[in-house]
């Protein structure tokens, strides 16, 4: 097999021609001294075009080698220390001889142990003492919905009213039909009453305008919005130019019931603020509801939940403990 002739490097080609181009020139200013003369100018020209052409080609091809050297080493290093990243050169106050490594990837055999917060348990719900409460402005904020409810009956009773509670669940936006002591029960309503039992939520135009609703609706003679709390100015200034509305307030009920006598007022105190008045009851079996343990912390549960005939579900979360009195079990 015949052996495959080497191939010139690009070095030696361009040593040839410089070699034929000098002996060239050689041989006309030897032999030819006429056209030397006429072409000598040219031809230093020409040599100086190419000294600078081939200078700046060096130039060029020594950038592009040092630019793939970088990028060769750019390739050898972890992502994270590449160009364009975080990895900086060593700075002055670090040691010359100390070089900043990769962080390599730990065995797969070493475990580590992340100390984590202890997971705070529903702890069991507090027990203080309970005591009962007075006939004043903090007691009445603090009042359970139910018997909220009952006071303003007994309230109206004494006003000279009778007075009836609707059925416990869903009431219609009516928790006391209001009648003169001289009218039967199965009579229409003269007036309607709602009870809005809040701890310091004022009660907005929106409750107002709901009652005004049903008193339109039922042809009762009058609504009236009672709460153990304040009203906004938009629901006084709705309230104030309709005759067929009434709003009380906590101050109107304090108010109504100092004018009571003093015996009557000790009544009331003694019945509806007794021990656990401030508990909540459930608002479909209207009994006072159990303080419980679930997964999300202490919450009341109905009395009924026990109950198979019933199986009560109400549930209510526990606002503050300083606001409610737990019943010792």
Not at 177 to 192: D, G, M, Y
Not at 193 to 209: H, P
Request: proline share 8%.
């Amino acid at each position: 097999m015949p052996r495959r002739r080497a191939r010139s490097k690009p070095e030696q080609d361009i040593a040839a021609v410089v070699a034929a181009v000098v002996a060239m020139l050689v041989f006309i200013n030897w032999g030819m001294p006429s056209l030397w003369a006429s072409i000598k100018f040219i031809l230093f020209l020409g040599i100086g075009g190419v000294v600078v052409i081939g200078g700046i080609a060096l130039l060029v091809q020594a950038s592009n080698s040092s630019d793939s050297k970088v990028s060769s080493f750019d390739q050898r290093m972890p992502r994270t220390q590449r160009k364009n990243n975080a990895w900086r050169p060593p700075t002055s106050s670090s040691s010359p001889q100390t070089y900043t490594r990769p962080i390599q990837q730990q065995p797969s055999s070493i475990t580590h142990t992340y100390s984590r917060p202890a997971q705070l348990q529903p702890s069991s719900p507090p027990k203080p003492s309970p005591q009962p409460g007075r006939l004043d402005a903090e007691s009445l904020r603090r009042m359970d919905w139910l018997g909220f409810e009952r006071l303003v009956v007994d309230l109206f009773q004494h006003l000279g009213f009778s007075a009836r509670k609707t059925s416990a669940g869903a009431d219609g936006g009516v928790d006391i039909e209001l009648r003169s002591k001289s009218t039967p029960l199965t009579s229409p309503p003269q007036a309607l009453i709602q009870c809005k039992a809040r701890s310091k939520a004022r009660i907005g135009v929106d409750k107002v305008r709901e009652l005004l609703g049903v008193v339109t609706a039922t042809g009762a003679g009058r609504g009236v919005l009672v709460t153990n709390s304040e009203f906004s100015d938009e629901a006084r200034a709705f309230a104030k130019p309709v005759s067929i509305l009434q709003i009380g307030d906590i101050q109107w009920l304090l108010k109504t019931i100092n004018k009571l006598p003093d015996h009557t007022k000790n009544g009331l105190e003694a019945k509806h603020f007794a021990l656990g008045y401030d508990i909540p009851s459930c608002v479909v079996c209207e009994l006072k509801l159990k303080p419980r343990n679930g997964p999300k912390g202490p919450f009341w549960g109905c009395s009924n939940f026990s109950n198979p005939a019933v199986k009560c579900r109400t549930t209510m979360m526990v606002r503050r403990f300083d606001e409610v009195h737990f019943l010792q079990s």
